[in-house]
């Protein structure tokens, strides 16, 4: 079965601070990564994704992802997080293109921005 | 963007009585998806539903536990059936219009006492 394991459950760090929270999934082939945010009160929302090119992918709000085929990972960044960053924080992964669409979460980062 | 509305928000439900959510999509699309947000866990798909076919559910999913409705291609349904404190959760909609990215609709909170 496919698996994606984000690490960390909980970060928490100030304004300005760097965040990058780690994604690995457990399957070779084709893949499709995604990046997800729920900020609280609200449903979940695209952040990046990558499907093939340049495996650096920016996506909104200033994040970043790197897709690292030989590590199986899609770590998100970004440099200088903001109070607005606190959110739950979920990796997806689809394999392969087309017909089969199942998504694969990862469990979640619940990241908290300090003022 | 698109635009995906599901009802109702949140219940309170009392064990054995069913459940049906619904969800609404903006524009036609042939795949939805239905996943499960347990407390502190991640989402699970429980089954995809296209239009015009039967719903196909992914491993420890049944649908005695779960019917699924796609009746057109903007709506579906899904029953959370004889319900368990255990069915406690968070159940989303999403749909991909692409078969690139799945859109997620804002979830149904349902507590079973």
């Known amino acids: 079965a496919q698996s994606v394991s984000q690490h960390n459950h909980h970060v928490i760090l100030s304004e300005a601070a760097s965040l990058e929270l780690g994604c690995n999934y457990s399957y070779g082939g084709t893949v499709n990564l995604f990046w997800y945010v729920q900020y609280p009160g609200q449903h979940l929302q695209l952040l990046l994704k990558y499907f093939s090119g340049d495996p650096l992918v920016k996506g909104i709000k200033g994040f970043e992802a790197e897709f690292i085929k030989s590590k199986f990972s899609f770590n998100l960044r970004k440099p200088s997080v903001q109070w607005s960053d606190t959110a739950e924080y979920f990796c997806?992964?689809?394999?392969?293109?087309?017909?089969?669409?199942?998504?694969?979460f990862g469990k979640g980062n619940q990241v908290v921005v300090i003022p | 963007s698109a635009v995906i509305s599901q009802k109702p928000s949140r219940d309170i439900c009392q064990r054995g009585t069913s459940l049906t959510i619904q969800c609404q999509v903006d524009s036609q699309v042939t795949m939805m998806f239905w996943y499960r947000q347990q407390p502190g866990q991640s989402l699970t798909l429980i089954a995809t539903a296209n239009q015009g076919s039967e719903a196909t559910y992914e491993s420890g999913f049944v649908i005695d536990k779960f019917p699924i409705s796609r009746p057109n291609l903007t709506f579906s349904t899904l029953t959370v059936s004889n319900m368990s404190p255990e069915d406690s959760s968070i159940y989303l909609c999403?749909?991909?219009?692409?078969?690139?990215?799945?859109?997620f609709g804002p979830g149904t909170r349902l507590l079973v006492l």
């Open positions: 997806a992964v689809k394999r392969g293109f087309g017909g089969n669409n199942r998504l694969a």
């Open positions: 999403s749909a991909d219009w692409n078969q690139e990215t799945q859109y």
